[in-house]
């Protein structure tokens, strides 16, 4: 008898625009698309209504983006983060070990809190660091075109598809323990990666934390 494998689609409770209405670069082309970013957009909002599920509650201070890449936290924020009355509008801070992403990322960030201010009256305040892994990244100081400052404690560390790109168990270690050292106290840590490839050990732990438990899905199953 064969097995039947159902899997069922998480749908956000909240609206996310088209990828495309989002940032425009200088030639007024868009800068995210489905084709280019559907699959990164829909990830980030999973993740993001799994958060809201839990009804775990996140305390004051900044949202700090593990690999934020070109940017695409950044234009969701406004229409994800900040608009969840348990978030709300806060400061974003976002680290990437590409240079080329993190020059997008800044145009990106630039281009949002303009608009926002525009439409909303109100500012944000978004920080993209200097080119930093998040394997051997300073967890005490920020860096900004070479300017060094304290890096404050966060409230939540957001880290959507990236963790299974470390290949060894130290680096993926060492990032969790950088996480943990940015996080103030009863801060969240919110992550997802890929199912097999890198992450298969986290699927493994994953597995065995739940089996130990006697539930798959804390949600499902809250007690």
Request: charged share 20%; proline share 5%.
């Amino acid at each position: 008898m064969g097995v039947k494998l159902v899997v069922k689609l998480i749908q956000p409770s909240f609206e996310i625009p088209r990828l495309e209405e989002l940032v425009l670069d200088e030639y007024d082309k868009p800068v995210f698309t489905v084709t280019s970013h559907g699959l990164q957009a829909a990830n980030q909002g999973t993740l993001l209504e799994l958060l809201l599920k839990s009804g775990v509650e996140i305390p004051d201070g900044p949202i700090f983006i593990a690999g934020g890449g070109d940017g695409l936290e950044l234009a969701l924020a406004p229409h994800t983060f900040f608009e969840i009355e348990r978030i709300g509008r806060r400061m974003i801070i976002s680290v990437d070990k590409d240079p080329k992403k993190v020059k997008k990322s800044r145009q990106v960030a630039e281009y949002v809190q303009v608009k926002y201010h525009t439409i909303t009256g109100k500012s944000i305040t978004y920080i993209v660091q200097d080119p930093q892994d998040i394997v051997t990244m300073d967890t005490r100081n920020m860096f900004v075109d070479g300017n060094i400052s304290p890096l404050p404690q966060s409230a939540m560390v957001w880290s959507a598809s990236v963790i299974h790109w470390l290949k060894t168990t130290r680096e993926k270690s060492q990032a969790f323990e950088n996480f943990y050292s940015i996080l103030k106290d009863k801060g969240v840590l919110c992550i997802s990666m890929s199912a097999g490839g890198t992450a298969s050990d986290f699927l493994a732990a994953y597995f065995n934390v739940f089996q130990r438990l006697g539930v798959y899905d804390k949600i499902a199953n809250p007690e």
